[in-house]
C-alpha cells in the first residue's frame, strides 16, 4: 500500500486566559502519555493557544514539526475565536475534543468546564463553515481522548489522500451501462483532480512501454503470484506490459498531486486491439493501494481509494450481482445461520480483486466477453482475469456517488463474505448484510446508485462515515434494523 498518505498527528491544547493555562498544558501532556503507552504515534505540540498570536505561533511549530492533522484541545474551556481560527488556518484534518475532570477532591483550582467550551467551539466552528472530526461523546481522560485520536487517524489518512489525488480515466462509459457515469464537477468539490483521457491514449501509452526493461521483471513477479494458477503463461508479457504502461502514465502525469487512481474502459473494442483483458493487471494495481476501477466508473474507484486509505488494506470493486438460490442457501444453512435469503447476495467481477483478498486465485478469462466476442473458439483475446473464491470475513460496501445534477450522496452497509462456495465463475463471493432486501430497493434502488460496490475488507463503517461527513456529503444512507422503516418504505406493506 505505497499510494496512500501516512498520518502524522499533533496534538495542540488551547486555554482561556481566565483558566489556569498550566492546567491545560498538564491534561496536554497526559493525552500524549496515554498515547504512547497505546502506541499511537503524537507530536505533543508546545505552543498553548490562548489569543490569535498564540494560533499564529502554533501554525509555525506545526509545520517545522511537519504535523499534517491536529487535535485541537481543550485543555479547559477554551478560547473559542483562536482555537477555531487555528483549526481554519491550519487547513488539514482536525479533531476537536476535550478534557473531562479527574476527580472529585479538586473542583475549585482544578476544575476547566472543557464540556462547557466544547459548546462555545461549536457555535464558532459553524461560523466559519468548518467540518472538524468531532467524536460522537467528545469529552473525556487522557486514555479515553487517546482512543478517539485512534478513530481519528483512518478519517485523518483519507481526508488527506482525498486532497492530493488524481484520477487518470481512459475512455467514456461503454453503451448502456451509463448507470456509473456521473459529472466531474463534485470531485472538485471533494478537492480530487481528474484527467479524462480517451482509449488512444491508452493504446499509445501502451505501445510506448512494448521495449521497457521492466516487463520481464514484472512478468515474472506475476508467474510467482498466480503459482499453480497460471494456466495463460503465454499471456503474461502482454499483461506486464499493459500496468508498465499504466504505472508510467500515472509517474509522467501526476503534477501537482501525490496519488493516483485509474478508471479505465475495459471493454468491448480493448480487447480486440490489446489482445487480453486487464482485469488481473487492475488487480495487482488495487493490491498495491492504486484501484483501477473498471468501465470508466469514476466515483467507484474514488470509494475504492477511500476504503483502501481507511483500513490500509486492499480493497475492490464489485457489481453487486445476483441473488443466492435456494437449495444453495440450504446446503450451507450451517454456515448460512440465521441470516435471511434476501440478507444475501453475490459481488462478482469479472477478475480485479487482488490476489490477497480471494480465498482461491486462477488466471482464466472472462466469459461473458467469451460469449460476445469469440464464440465458439478458444480463448484468446478475452483471456486475463484472476477467477476465484473471494475471501470470506469481514467486509463493508461503501460508495460515494455525485447525481446527475452534481449532489453528493453515499451509503455504507458492514457485511460478511461467507465461508460458502458460490459455484459460479469470475471474481465472486456470497456476501451477508443484514436486511439487505429493505436496503436494495430503498436505498441503492430508490436512490438510483449504481450496481459497483466498493468493498473494504474489513468492518468499517465507523470510519467512512466520518470520512464523508468531513466530506460534506449530505446523504449518507445504511442498512436499518427491522422496523426501523426508510421515508419510502411501506409500513403495512409486511
Known sequence: MNNVPQVRMGITAVSRDCFP?????????????????????????????????????????????????????????????????????????????????????DLVGGRGDAYCGMLNASYNIGLRKLRPYIPEYPVGTPDEIAGMIADFMPVARALLGLRRLKIFSFGPRPQDFLACNAPVKALYDLGVEIMENSELDLYDAFLSAKDSAEIEAVAKDMAKELGVGNKHP??????????????????????????????????????????????????????????????????????????????????????????????????????????KPTDLFMGFHCGNTPASCMANIEMKYQLIMHRLMEPGKNPDITRGTLEGRIRPGEATIFRIQSTADTQLKGYIAEAEVLDLDPKSFGGIGIFAVREMGRFYRHVLIEKRFPHHTAVAFRHAGKSIFEVMKALGVPDISFNLPKGTYYPTENPFAG
Request: glycine residues 8%.
Open 21 to 105: 493555562i498550566e492546567l491545560s498544558q498538564k491534561r496536554r501532556s497526559l493525552v500524549a502519555a496515554a498515547c504512547k503507552a497505546k502506541k499511537i504515534p503524537v507530536t505533543e505540540l508546545k505552543t498553548t493557544v490562548e489569543n490569535e498570536a498564540d494560533a499564529l505561533k502554533a501554525l509555525k511549530e506545526i509545520e517545522k514539526e511537519g504535523v499534517n492533522a491536529l487535535l485541537v484541545y481543550l485543555g479547559n474551556f477554551g478560547p473559542e475565536g483562536p482555537e477555531t481560527l487555528l483549526a481554519q488556518k491550519f487547513g488539514g484534518p482536525v479533531m476537536f475534543a476535550a478534557a473531562a475532570e479527574e476527580t472529585g477532591k
Open 234 to 339: 503465454d499471456i503474461l508479457k502482454k499483461l506486464a506490459q499493459h500496468e508498465v504502461a499504466l504505472l508510467h502514465f500515472m509517474e509522467k502525469n501526476l503534477g501537482a498531486s501525490e496519488y493516483g487512481v485509474f478508471a479505465n474502459k475495459c471493454w468491448p473494442s480493448f480487447e480486440k486491439y490489446f489482445g487480453f483483458v486487464p482485469c488481473y493487471v487492475n488487480s495487482r494495481l488495487a493490491g498495491r493501494g492504486i484501484p483501477v476501477s473498471c468501465e470508466v466508473d469514476i466515483y467507484g474507484v474514488l470509494s475504492e481509494y477511500v476504503a483502501g486509505c481507511v483500513t490500509e488494506m486492499p480493497a475492490t470493486l464489485l457489481d453487486i450481482n445476483n441473488t443466492v438460490p435456494y437449495d444453495l442457501i440450504e446446503a450451507g444453512r450451517k454456515t448460512v445461520g440465521d441470516y
